[in-house]
């Protein structure tokens, strides 16, 4: 069954998130953006606009094409 591509984004943010040892609340308040919406974007809950999807690059220290490398719906 192939993952949604808001589902991988998710697990990917989770992912980046935990290397850092970063709580959700860590990660939204490095990113300013709001614990819950951090939460919802790691359970695909929610689409991410491209402004936001520069921000956690960037807190991540990363290039916006880093953070989606390699990301398709079949993660």
Do not use: P, V
Not at 12 to 41: F, H, M, P, T, V
Not at 52 to 73: H, P
């Amino acid at each position: 069954m192939a993952i949604d591509i808001c589902t991988s984004l998710g697990h990917r943010i989770r992912a980046l998130r935990k290397q850092r040892n970063w709580r959700q609340i860590d990660l939204a308040e490095e990113s300013g953006l709001g614990r819950i919406y951090i939460s919802d974007l790691e359970r695909g809950k929610n689409e991410i606009c491209l402004r936001n999807l520069e921000t956690l690059a960037n807190t991540f220290n990363m290039k916006l094409s880093g953070l989606l490398d390699g990301l398709d719906a079949d993660d």
